[in-house]
């Protein structure tokens, strides 16, 4: 018989998924060889971003960049080093050194009931070892990489659990509710707002669970367009195996290539190509969550419901605080016969912003519409490796066309890129409407090849931070939503407060810059990236994290958003309860307390832990002192 759930497999062994649709090939149910090893440290850097083998280094004074997965691999960058010493006076020191992994590891806090029955009751992997314990106690916010880099955390995971399968999940999460040990769901470890980061007051045994494990495709339904996938799938892997299908899911965020589709929807990801597939909460049919209390779920497929509040949004954003996602149906699409990239070139952000607007209001948006203000424009332009005489020469006539015949200023330009998905008529027909706005703006095309570039280089600019604090320059990016008639106000008013936080502190030499990476009916994401080079700060991440704090205050005071993409987590939880209303945050007090009554999961994610309140009342006075 046909049941109405497309119940998924919970066993370790590919078995035929019970109860699917006729159209189920369960043949096509498979694990998943992923890019990211069980044991991560072999393939991705320890300390920082990314594979191990690429990376930004100096050489003779010029910044290179080493690597084959990337285009700008063996590459000089004369005119990123030049750009780098306009902007922090730095002259690239060849010597400087990343940092060693530590020899000694802070010592386990031990549950002994806990580890018992892990080794006697489970058949769940799990390591001690201090190495899998240190890389799996961060995210990617500057300060997990400065934390590392200078041996800083107090405490790491006391264990490593790898479950293999929904079953295995319930059995661990049991068990850490019965022994009150505390739990961390860890996927791809790219979080940028601490969620992932151990709390460092928790008494408790930690226990991280890495969901690598559960990585497989449960099953593929190519009449309703649906997949069903294990939480720890990894983007690129994930998309690697429905591109064998000819199917894609389109989800995107600057990260897939090491996010997971449970960070994915525990954090609700935006994806760069949301105008065509959507953000992740468009995406997902069903979704399967186990809690200390039972597992969450909505009990079918079916493309809508109308009961009551939707389950799928408690999930959505919970940021592995209320249990573990372990299972998805996403939706999927045909893979697009055409895409083509593109670029425009504005006199100014303003005019580009107008044109994002009326795009907007038109609803043509390409699968990707991104625009750089200048600061930025410039910073791209400068990754362009050396150049042939003969392409340096092309180079300046095209500059020179740009400025004297099109009277544009380069220190005002700003540029979009531009991706275009579908069928060959639709991509001809939005681009000639996507140029016939941007004309109204006075915006030309400047070529695919740029805005093929801009997107492949988004890859490549996270590596630039760690090369960044090797020379000893602090920098990180934060991101928000804001209504359309604030768009301009707001990024002029934040880098405003950013520029007057640094004169304030003698911080002479930084880069603040802004972008408008999603647009909606009713408003855009602008995404911000700020760096300084510090020079006898004693303790830069904290001076940082001030001026990030008070360009956050700016942005809400300007009516932006806490965050549209990265989430809340422990570096925002400070203004959660003020962006969702008393009643909205008791609300999700009483959610948290009915599904996890003892409070082990990621303690201190979206609401500040009780213990971190009185510490965070000391560090806002400590911060209001400083500024
Ligand atoms: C260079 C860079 C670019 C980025 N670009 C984007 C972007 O374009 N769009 C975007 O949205 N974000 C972006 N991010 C942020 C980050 O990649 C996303 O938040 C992503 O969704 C996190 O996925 P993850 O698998 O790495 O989750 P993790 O970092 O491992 O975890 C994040 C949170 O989700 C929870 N979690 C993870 N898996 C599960 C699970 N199975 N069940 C329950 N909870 C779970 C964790 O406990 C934690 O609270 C970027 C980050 C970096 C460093």
Request: charged fraction near 25%; hydrophobic fraction near 35%; aromatic fraction near 10%.
């Amino acid at each position: 018989m046909l049941t109405k759930r497309n119940t998924v497999t919970t066993q370790v062994q590919d078995t035929s998924p019970e109860g699917t649709s006729v159209a189920l090939d369960t043949r096509l149910s498979r694990h998943v060889v992923s890019v990211v090893p069980k044991k991560r440290q072999e393939v991705l850097r320890w300390y920082g971003w990314g594979y191990n083998d690429s990376e930004f280094y100096g050489e003779q004074g010029t910044i290179c960049f080493k690597g084959d997965k990337y285009p700008l691999g063996g590459c000089e960058l004369p005119n990123f080093t030049k750009w780098a010493r306009s902007k922090f006076d730095l002259y690239v020191d060849s010597t400087k050194e990343y940092p060693q992994l530590p020899q000694k590891y802070p010592l386990p806090v031990e549950n002994a009931g806990f580890l018992n029955e892990l080794r006697s009751c489970t058949k769940v992997e799990h390591s001690q070892e201090g190495v899998d314990r240190l890389v799996r106690c961060h995210g990617q916010t500057l300060n997990d990489i400065y934390s590392l880099w200078h041996n800083k955390f107090r405490r790491i995971p006391d264990v490593v659990v790898w479950p293999r399968c929904h079953d295995e999940v319930v059995q661990l999460v049991n068990l850490a509710h019965k022994h009150n040990v505390m739990m961390l769901p860890y996927g791809g470890g790219t979080s940028v707002s601490g969620a992932v980061t151990c709390p460092q007051e928790e008494q408790r045994m930690i226990c991280v669970l890495d969901t690598s494990q559960m990585n497989r495709m449960l099953w593929l339904n190519r009449e309703n367009l649906t997949v069903c996938f294990e939480s720890g799938v990894v983007g690129q892997d994930l998309e690697r195996v429905l591109r064998e299908q000819n199917l894609t899911v389109g989800h995107e965020p600057d990260s897939y290539e090491f996010s997971t589709l449970g960070g994915w929807v525990a954090t609700r990801a935006s994806g760069m190509k949301k105008n065509v597939y959507g953000n992740i909460e468009d995406l997902v049919v069903r979704v399967r969550m186990v809690t200390p209390t039972g597992t969450l779920e909505r009990e079918c497929s079916a493309p809508r419901v109308s009961c009551g509040p939707d389950f799928n949004h408690i999930i959505l954003g919970s940021e592995g605080t209320l249990g573990v996602i372990t299972e998805v149906v996403l939706k999927v699409r045909p893979l697009p016969p055409v895409q083509r990239f593109g670029s425009l070139v504005f006199p100014d952000f303003e005019q580009g912003v107008l044109f994002m607007r009326e795009v907007a209001r038109r609803r043509c948006q390409p699968a990707s519409v991104r625009l750089m203000d200048n600061e930025q424009f410039l910073l791209g332009q400068s990754l362009k490796p050396a150049k042939s005489w003969l392409a340096s020469c092309l180079d300046a006539i095209k500059q020179r066309y740009v400025t004297a015949w099109k009277g544009i200023d380069l220190s005002h330009i700003c540029a979009a890129t531009l991706l275009f998905e579908g069928e060959q008529k639709e991509v001809q027909r939005q681009e000639a409407l996507i140029y016939e706005i941007a004309s109204k703006y006075k915006g030309f095309s400047a070529g695919g090849q740029n805005g093929e570039r801009g997107y492949v280089f988004t890859f490549v600019i996270a590596y630039i931070r760690d090369f960044a604090l090797s020379q000893g320059i602090v920098a990180e990016s934060f991101e928000t939503s804001v209504p359309w008639d604030r768009c301009c106000l707001l990024c002029r008013c934040v880098k405003q407060r950013v520029v007057s936080e640094c004169r304030k502190l003698n911080i002479t030499h930084y880069t603040i810059s802004a972008r408008v990476t999603q647009t909606y009916d009713a408003g855009a994401c602008i995404y911000f990236y700020f760096g300084f080079r510090y020079v006898n700060i004693p303790n830069p991440v904290e001076v940082f994290e001030a001026i990030e704090h008070s360009a956050r205050e700016e942005i809400l005071d300007c009516g932006g958003s806490l965050s549209h993409h990265h989430g809340v987590g422990k570096i925002r939880s400070h203004w959660y309860k003020n962006s969702v209303t008393e009643t909205g945050s008791s609300l999700y007090t009483a959610a948290k307390e009915h599904l996890d009554p003892r409070n082990i999961f990621a303690v201190g994610n979206l609401l500040p832990a009780p213990d971190k309140l009185q510490h965070e009342k000391e560090q806002s006075a400590a911060i209001k002192a400083k500024l």
